[in-house]
């Protein structure tokens, strides 16, 4: 499992910033160091443990763009059209052992081999064939329509770094290099569970004042889509001792422990102190909104093993705001990924909107098309954390930095979708 020291987060202000947060993060969490080699068709969504360099040249060899007729460009007259001799024919896949000649020109199709001596290609729509005769126009550039050996991928230069995430994009190049199987980083053990007396499980049955977990089935969602590997502990009792066993027995055997609800305030949160017995708690309100009471920290096992824990909010909303925010930066870290920054679109914002300097803001908007072809930004009517249907019914959000204090109808913004962060 992780192995992280009590302080690797620490942090001595009251409130901290989210640019803090993710500095911390990259400085002092280290990956897991465990990998193994998987093929290709099973590493979607792993981490790649080392570079991976181009066994070979992509494409291997020179070749045509295009179905057309590959000339030598001396040949070709500024003045005026000029015509060749056809010399022969080459397909995709076919030996390219024809040696162009002055004056010639080979039929080619797109993907063949370029035969000795050839550097430009017309395309098959530019030209008139007469006859055993092809009549090419004047102004065709050198090596128009050529791809040269090597200019994707030269064979030796890394062609996927290590941290490099896998989507299809980066196996399909992996693929196209011959490269069948890719060394990387062992899949991340999380462990999720929430709290709180008043939270059941879905189908069971519901006292007048409970209310169904949704949490857990979030968390559960968003994490496998990010490649972890996920234990549900279900939910846990407002009760200091009850957390502390339970926190305990997964630090020995995970990389990260996730809570939500309980690290408020509150008389009955209690899992702040719960984690102040078997770990360090150092920081648990970051300038955040929705999301302030989120806790970071670490967490021993019964034999010492070190885990990360990260404590969420009771809402809903605020949970997914505080993970795609405050989780996954972790989450990527502790899996070996590169860091990823991102990066707002920039809207037109349709409302008017307020907010305290110093913390960071995400509202729930909605995309629509103005009159003018702008896209703009409209806030959901309701706003608060426990709102799911803010989510569902929107389609990302708007981020507003810590300097910013007051928003008005017609500024720009930054919009974040829910594609960006969750992916």
Not at 28 to 37: G, K, M
Not at 157 to 163: F, K, N, Y
Not at 296 to 325: C, E, S
Request: glycine share 10%; proline share 6%.
């Amino acid at each position: 499992m992780a192995q992280l020291t009590d302080d690797c987060f620490a942090f001595s202000g009251p409130l901290l910033p989210l640019s803090e947060m993710e500095r911390l993060i990259g400085e002092r969490v280290a990956p897991v160091s465990e990998t193994e080699r998987v093929p290709l068709r099973g590493a979607r969504g792993r981490v790649a443990a080392a570079d991976v360099k181009a066994p070979l040249n992509l494409p291997p060899f020179d070749n045509s763009a295009v179905d057309g007729y590959a000339v030598r460009h001396a040949d070709l007259s500024a003045d005026g059209d000029s015509k060749l001799a056809i010399a022969g024919r080459l397909t995709a896949g076919a030996r390219a052992d024809i040696a162009l000649k002055p004056g010639q020109a080979i039929r080619i199709f797109t993907g063949a081999a370029m035969p000795a001596g050839a550097d430009t290609v017309f395309m098959q729509e530019d030209v008139t064939v007469d006859g055993d005769h092809v009549i090419v126009p004047k102004g065709l550039k050198l090596g128009a329509n050529r791809r040269l050996a090597g200019e994707d991928v030269p064979a030796g230069q890394v062609a996927l770094p290590a941290g490099t995430v896998l989507e299809p994009q980066h196996i399909a190049l992996a693929a196209a290099l011959g490269i069948t199987d890719i060394e990387v980083r062992r899949r991340l053990q999380v462990a999720i569970f929430s709290t709180g007396d008043e939270v059941v499980e879905p189908g069971s049955p519901r006292g007048g004042a409970a209310i169904y977990d949704a949490n857990r089935y979030l968390l559960s969602e968003l994490l496998e889509r990010l490649g972890a590997v996920v234990t549900d502990l279900g939910i846990l009792a407002d009760d200091p001792e009850t957390l502390a066993r339970a926190l305990a027995k997964a630090a020995a055997w995970h990389d990260l422990v996730i809570t939500s609800g309980g690290v408020s305030t509150g008389e009955a949160d209690h899992v702040r102190s719960a984690v102040e017995r078997i770990g360090s708690l150092v920081f648990w309100r970051v300038a955040i909104k929705p999301g302030r009471p989120v806790a970071m920290g670490v967490i021993r096992g019964a034999a010492g093993q070190g885990a990360a824990f990260v404590g969420l909010p009771g809402n809903p909303v605020a949970v997914f705001v505080t993970f795609v925010r405050v989780v996954k930066p972790l989450l990527r870290r502790l899996a070996g990924a590169r860091p990823h920054s991102l990066l707002p679109l920039p809207v037109r914002a349709a409302f008017a909107y307020r907010k305290k300097k110093d913390r960071r803001e995400y509202v729930r908007v909605a995309l629509r098309r103005a009159a003018d072809g702008e896209l703009e930004a409209v806030k959901h009517p309701q706003d608060g954390a426990g709102i799911l249907t803010s989510l569902t019914k929107t389609d990302g959000l708007l981020e507003f930095l810590e300097d910013v204090t007051s928003i008005e109808p017609g500024t720009r913004v930054g919009f974040l979708s829910y594609a960006a962060l969750i992916g």
